[in-house]
């Protein structure tokens, strides 16, 4: 190999290497600007797939007002339910999720949650179809019965204390409500803001307030983060910070109908 040939291999090889720097310092930089937070659809208010097939509510709302204050591009993640919603966080493949997640003592052991919207919940509404059962007045005379309630929800965590009760774990509150139209569950369990809209739509549903200890009280409701993920706890929270002082929350809550 002469030299002329050595100095055009080297040529190229310098090439390659600078082209394949500038492609990962690019995919490091779009990596760096996106703000991926994962969600579910089927939970109107907060989150649901229109016609069109695009996301909208309340949540999607706020989370894209959020983004744009961080000035990255939002990308949601839908992840179906709650489970994988938690499991994606602690991997670390979503940098948040939002999905009218309710502020809990319990939570706030594990993950960080910025609040965006409620106050202070000292009860959880349990739906019923037409007519609350006879004898009814509290969750206590509820023995035997079965209910409604998401997997893994704070609502769930109020059951598990409960043991006389059946729990029928129901992903999708749109299924709950068919449970117990058709007879196939007593009551659901389910969020205040959840009860109100079915009670709008459907004036069958009627409500049954199911007082909370201190342990199970909810403090609003909140973006997940984990807990090491310090750079994106700061921006959400000084995100909500300047939309809570703009007046956008409290316009995007009238939008939606959120109490």
Known sequence: MNKKEIMIGLFIVIVTILTLLLFFKRQHGASENMFIVGTAAGYAPFVSVNEL?????????????????MDKK??????GSMTPLFIALEQGTIDA????LSIT?????KVTMVKYQGDTISSYPMIFWKKIPKGVVSITDMRDMTVCVEPHSSQDAVLQKYNFINTKPTEKVDDALLNIQ???ADAAFVEPAIANKFKKKYP?????????????????????????????IDSVKKAIQQLDAQGVIHMLEQKWSIE
């Open 53 to 69: 097939g695009e996301y909208e509510g309340f949540d999607i709302d706020v989370i894209n007002e959020v983004s744009k204050q």
């Open 74 to 79: 939002l990308m949601l993640k839908d992840l």
């Open 97 to 100: 999720a939002i999905w009218g």
């Open 105 to 109: 003592k319990d939570r706030l052991k």
């Open 182 to 184: 058709y007879n196939k």
């Open 204 to 232: 069958e549903v009627q409500t049954l307030d199911v007082q909370l200890s201190e342990e199970d009280q909810v403090y609003g409701i909140g973006i997940a983060i984990r807990k090491d993920n310090n750079i994106i």
